[in-house]
């Protein structure tokens, strides 16, 4: 919706200023965001609205007659063609070889933003009968440390996301190729060791003054560069740093940092390991080594690759192609960090596939399919503005792929309702038959559901008979049986107590209990089932007398 509104904002800035001949009138195109988007918190849309408007007032008249051109019938514009299927990429089309990687820091799991990154990465390659690798990112021993089985993690989303790649690597099981790279770097007089205090260093960066440090002969840069391999300088008194424009526009360009010492690194892996590459690094040198030729990321990196390409130029190699994508917001889960320490603190945490996070561990955990997202994805494509992805879309089309799922009777505050001269029939929901007793059959029914009828109504027990309700307790209520006769009434939904078992169901807003049908039993652990006024659930375990679900989404 979001993006919709700012598409039409612009849309209607122009038609406004083209057909007044004038620059547009922010009233105007609230008028008409107003008229078309019914509902919508107009406050939250004026920011779109008047960048629109300023994006127009500052077209030439020329601009804006061209743009205007693109109505139908010099009103509407005339619809973008949909893309179906992967972009395409005119490097590929002219023969050019495909080699894309991921590299997720296995420091948390994937999210949406991941699967983005790996989907295209992975089906790009496939389309243009390229490769497809991953590349493990773990060398932050600090900030970023690796939680436990993280590798194995991501590898799992990666194949439920059908993007299983061709060659795993790891940037920890590199350490020696980026030390040769570091000496060939320093002997090539494009690094230094500065051994500044970080303060004063900083100062000069700002500044764009060079330290003393930048301008050392060789062979002492290398005798550094060895002592700081040989773990002689501590934390925080030797780095690494690759030669760039000193007084480069963007300061965080200037003289960027390429390894530096951890007294004590926190990794599962490399504990010995004392001087280590900074990602830039590490990065650009294996995107050589492994021969990539398309990277995709996202445009936090963009900075990322004005600094890599100083390291491409020194070596003289040809830097990949690369796509910045925008951001992916969601509301379908929390994905912060520190949102996530805090909720790993309460008992009833379930981990990274708690349905309260927008993990891809706990879509899949609530039944999302990877066809659903695998479709949301390819139809955003590589989009370099930032992507909402609704939580109401994404079920809509989750729902292409579970609408075969069994319907099952499901209550959530269950009371028995007793009625009174009943009859023996045989009452069949959901391709399940009840035989129900002649003179007196107990019900569990919706609390909520028996509360609208009042006492001496009339309501209709679902797929059996009607009944007045003579009676209400908080815990049970009491009604007589009327037959089958004709009319319209509220219906209650209902189970058999006996042939129910308890059942809780976990949501992004908690945990639901109630009762369900018996026959969910039958079904397996990972099956979707569709529970009557409730919803699509992924059945998590089962148990003689206790089933357990995750919602998904109605």
Same mark, same amino acid.
């Given at each position: 919706?979001?993006?919709?509104?700012?598409?039409?904002?612009?849309?209607?800035?122009?038609?406004? $200023?083209?057909?007044?001949?004038?620059?547009?009138?922010?009233?105007?195109?609230?008028?008409?965001?107003?008229?078309?988007?019914?509902?919508?918190?107009?406050?939250?849309?004026?920011?779109?609205?008047?960048?629109?408007?300023?994006?127009?007032?500052?077209?030439?008249? *020329?601009?804006?007659?061209?743009?205007?051109?693109?109505?139908?019938?010099?009103?509407?514009?005339?619809?973008?063609?949909?893309?179906?299927?992967?972009?395409?990429?005119?490097?590929?089309?002219?023969?050019?070889?495909?080699?894309? +990687?991921?590299?997720?820091?296995?420091?948390?799991?994937?999210?949406?933003?991941?699967?983005?990154?790996?989907?295209?990465?992975?089906?790009?390659?496939?389309?243009?009968?390229?490769?497809?690798?991953?590349?493990?990112?773990?060398?932050?021993?600090?900030?970023?440390?690796?939680?436990?089985?993280?590798?194995?993690?991501?590898?799992?989303?990666?194949?439920?996301?059908?993007?299983?790649?061709?060659?795993?690597?790891?940037?920890?099981?590199?350490?020696?190729?980026?030390?040769?790279?570091?000496?060939?770097?320093?002997?090539?007089?494009?690094?230094?060791?500065?051994?500044?205090?970080?303060?004063?260093?900083?100062?000069?960066?700002?500044?764009?003054?060079?330290? $003393?440090?930048?301008?050392?002969?060789?062979?002492?840069?290398?005798?550094?560069?060895?002592?700081?391999?040989?773990?002689?300088?501590?934390?925080?008194?030797?780095?690494?740093?690759?030669?760039?424009?000193?007084?480069?526009?963007?300061?965080?360009?200037?003289?960027?940092?390429? $390894?530096?010492?951890?007294?004590?690194?926190?990794?599962?892996?490399?504990?010995?390991?004392?001087?280590?590459?900074?990602?830039?690094?590490?990065?650009?040198?294996?995107?050589?080594?492994?021969?990539?030729?398309?990277?995709? +990321?996202?445009?936090?990196?963009?900075?990322?690759?004005?600094?890599?390409?100083?390291?491409?130029?020194?070596?003289?190699w040809k830097y990949p192609?690369?796509?910045?994508? @925008?951001?992916?917001?969601?509301?379908?889960?929390?994905?912060?960090?520190?949102?996530?320490?805090?909720?790993?603190?309460?008992?009833?945490?379930l981990g990274y596939s708690?349905?309260?996070?927008?993990?891809?561990?706990?879509?899949?955990?609530?039944?999302?399919?990877?066809?659903?997202?695998?479709?949301?994805?390819?139809?955003?494509?590589?989009?370099?503005?930032?992507?909402?992805?609704?939580?109401?879309k994404l079920a809509d089309?989750?729902?292409?792929?579970?609408?075969?799922?069994? +319907?099952? *009777?499901?209550?959530?505050?269950?009371?028995?309702?007793?009625?009174?001269?009943?009859?023996?029939?045989?009452?069949?929901?959901?391709?399940?038959?009840?035989?129900?007793?002649? @003179?007196?059959?107990?019900?569990?029914?919706?609390?909520?559901?028996?509360?609208?009828?009042?006492?001496?109504?009339?309501? +209709?027990?679902?797929?059996?008979?009607?009944?007045?309700?003579?009676?209400?307790?908080?815990?049970?209520?009491? $009604?007589?049986?009327?037959?089958?006769?004709?009319?319209?009434?509220?219906?209650?939904?209902?189970?058999?107590?006996?042939?129910?078992?308890?059942?809780?169901?976990?949501?992004?807003? @908690?945990?639901?209990?109630?009762?369900?049908?018996?026959?969910?039993?039958?079904?397996?652990?990972?099956?979707?089932?569709?529970?009557?006024?409730?919803?699509?659930?992924?059945?998590?375990?089962?148990?003689?007398?206790?089933?357990?679900?995750?919602?998904?989404?109605?």
């Amino acid at each position: 919706m979001a993006e919709k509104i700012i598409e039409d904002s612009y849309r209607y800035a122009i038609k406004n $200023a083209f057909s007044h001949n004038s620059k547009a009138d922010a009233s105007a195109v609230v008028g008409k965001i107003i008229a078309l988007h019914k509902g919508t918190d107009i406050k939250k849309a004026m920011p779109a609205i008047m960048e629109a408007v300023r994006k127009v007032n500052s077209m030439s008249p *020329a601009e804006i007659e061209k743009e205007y051109k693109k109505f139908e019938d010099g009103y509407e514009l005339k619809p973008k063609p949909k893309r179906e299927g992967l972009p395409t990429l005119d490097f590929a089309e002219k023969g050019e070889k495909i080699i894309t +990687r991921f590299a997720p820091n296995p420091s948390g799991v994937m999210h949406l933003g991941h699967a983005r990154q790996a989907i295209l990465s992975h089906d790009l390659a496939k389309k243009y009968c390229g490769k497809f690798f991953l590349r493990v990112d773990d060398t932050d021993p600090k900030t970023k440390v690796p939680i436990e089985k993280g590798e194995e993690l991501v590898l799992q989303d990666l194949e439920w996301l059908d993007a299983k790649p061709d060659e795993t690597y790891r940037a920890s099981d590199r350490f020696e190729l980026y030390y040769d790279y570091m000496k060939k770097i320093v002997e090539m007089e494009k690094a230094y060791v500065c051994t500044c205090n970080n303060e004063e260093w900083k100062k000069k960066k700002a500044k764009g003054i060079a330290c $003393a440090c930048r301008d050392i002969p060789k062979k002492e840069n290398l005798e550094k560069l060895e002592k700081m391999l040989k773990h002689e300088y501590k934390e925080g008194t030797a780095v690494l740093r690759i030669k760039t424009d000193i007084q480069h526009k963007d300061p965080s360009i200037r003289d960027w940092w390429a $390894a530096k010492i951890v007294d004590n690194p926190q990794h599962p892996k490399a504990t010995n390991t004392h001087l280590w590459p900074s990602y830039n690094f590490a990065s650009a040198i294996d995107d050589h080594e492994l021969g990539i030729t398309l990277i995709i +990321r996202g445009q936090e990196h963009a900075q990322n690759a004005e600094k890599q390409k100083y390291l491409y130029q020194y070596f003289g190699w040809k830097y990949p192609h690369a796509i910045h994508t @925008g951001r992916i917001k969601s509301d379908i889960g929390l994905l912060s960090k520190s949102k996530i320490n805090e909720l790993m603190k309460k008992k009833d945490f379930l981990g990274y596939s708690d349905p309260r996070l927008g993990t891809l561990l706990a879509l899949k955990r609530r039944g999302f399919q990877p066809e659903a997202i695998r479709e949301i994805i390819i139809e955003i494509g590589l989009k370099t503005s930032d992507t909402t992805i609704e939580f109401k879309k994404l079920a809509d089309l989750n729902k292409k792929f579970v609408a075969s799922a069994e +319907r099952i *009777a499901f209550l959530t505050e269950p009371i028995r309702l007793d009625v009174g001269f009943s009859q023996k029939i045989i009452a069949e929901i959901d391709g399940k038959e009840f035989e129900l007793k002649q @003179g007196s059959q107990t019900f569990l029914v919706d609390k909520t559901e028996l509360e609208k009828i009042e006492i001496g109504k009339i309501a +209709r027990i679902r797929n059996a008979y009607n009944v007045r309700i003579v009676k209400k307790d908080p815990l049970q209520a009491f $009604a007589e049986c009327l037959g089958k006769g004709p009319g319209e009434f509220p219906v209650i939904h209902w189970l058999i107590e006996e042939q129910s078992i308890d059942t809780e169901i976990w949501t992004p807003k @908690g945990m639901i209990a109630g009762f369900v049908d018996n026959k969910i039993i039958d079904k397996k652990t990972g099956e979707i089932v569709y529970l009557e006024k409730f919803g699509y659930c992924r059945i998590d375990q089962l148990k003689e007398n206790k089933a357990t679900l995750f919602w998904a989404h109605q």
